[in-house]
């Protein structure tokens, strides 16, 4: 019987490469973006807000019974500024856009995993900062905290919670935005899918809490 993935953003940059080598390695994957998606075989795209604590019941309700993978991947950078230059409301906004969406749905989720596996995906700004990004380098430094949290409490039930810490995407809207960057040296979404799939699979079964680093070459 195959096994069903929860792919938040799955229409995204990243997400894409993620639904597709999960449906590729023979998962039965349910997609949840704003944005709907085209459906295939082993693949169905669920339209959601995943802001709203509703609209999230109802996308990982209808994932079934039972889950064994949810991947979170809805975030991002937003607001660039010092600290000085930032109103605290865009401050706020970074914690809303890399927090609230990953933790409705994992709480909703986990009622359904099967001894399954949480996937986050953070960034090495967490722990690397630079400099315009205090919003985004604290929400996602949060975003480990509570995937540290989410394994002290989960891991004697089985589930599995690790995070990935990408350095750059190379996606279309990454190279738009720093279009004079040295995109030789970002990560490939396929890249890190890769990984993501890995910890979602028997064979990473040791690992829980982990920040796994993909950094490329940047």
């Known amino acids: 019987m195959a096994r069903t993935a929860l792919i938040t953003g799955a229409t995204g940059g990243l997400g894409g490469a993620v639904v597709d080598r999960f449906a590729g390695e023979g998962w039965q994957v349910v997609g949840v973006d704003k944005r709907p998606g085209e459906d295939r075989e082993r693949v169905r795209f669920v339209e959601a807000d995943l802001f709203d604590q509703a609209e999230v019941d109802r996308a990982v309700a209808s994932a079934g019974d039972e889950l064994q993978a949810v991947v979170n991947l809805v975030g991002g950078f937003a607001a660039p500024g010092r600290v000085h230059e930032t109103p605290i409301e865009d401050f706020e906004r970074q914690f809303t856009l890399n927090l609230r969406p990953t933790y409705l749905v994992t709480a909703a989720a986990i009622p359904r995993l099967q001894r399954g ?19 985004y380098v ?14 002290t409490e989960y891991r004697d039930e089985g589930i599995r919670i690790n995070a990935v810490l990408p350095s750059v995407i190379d996606t279309p809207a990454n190279r738009a935005s720093m279009p004079d960057a040295d995109h030789d040296t970002w990560v490939h979404p396929q890249e890190i899918a890769e990984v993501i799939h890995f910890l979602s699979s028997d064979a990473s079964s040791p690992i829980s809490g982990a920040e796994i680093p993909v950094y490329g070459r940047a």
């Open 117 to 135: 596996t949480i996937v986050c995906v953070g960034t090495r700004a967490a722990l690397r900062p630079f400099p315009g990004a205090a919003g």
């Open 138 to 151: 604290a929400s996602k430094a949060a975003l480990l905290a509570l995937v540290r949290a989410l394994d």
